[in-house]
């Protein structure tokens, strides 16, 4: 399974962006989420979708995840950013056991990075 993330870009505070992720190739688990990683931090959890969807209080009711079965694509749909949003996004696929792990997740994609002014 390949992923290719996508929609990264520039937006100023309190602006959206739409982030994708394509899924190429066949997994039987189709558990999916995104983590970022902000400069000189550690990676943390964003979101995940199985047959319902996991956010992180930071970003909970700003963004939200979906997918798009018959594309095998899952977005992220990211509003009223901040300027802490700043990170480069990853996605992942395959996760069993903690949604909120990265360990959790088999299969990764290259970040697409986030870039929030103020």
């Known amino acids: 399974v390949q992923l290719q993330a996508s929609g990264g870009g520039l937006v100023q505070a309190g602006g959206s962006l739409r982030l994708s992720c394509a899924a190429s190739g066949r997994t039987f688990n189709n558990n999916m989420g995104w983590f970022r990683q902000a400069p000189g931090k550690e990676r943390e959890f964003v979101a995940a979708i199985s047959f319902r969807t996991y956010y992180a209080d930071s970003v909970k009711g700003r963004f939200t995840i979906s997918r798009d079965n018959a594309k095998n694509t899952v977005y992220l749909q990211m509003s009223s950013l901040k300027p802490d949003d700043t990170a480069d996004y990853y996605c992942?696929?395959?996760?069993?056991?903690?949604?909120?792990?990265?360990?959790?997740?088999?299969?990764w994609g290259q970040g697409t990075q986030v870039t929030v002014s103020s």
């Open positions: 992942a696929a395959a996760y069993t056991g903690t949604y909120y792990i990265d360990k959790s997740y088999k299969y």
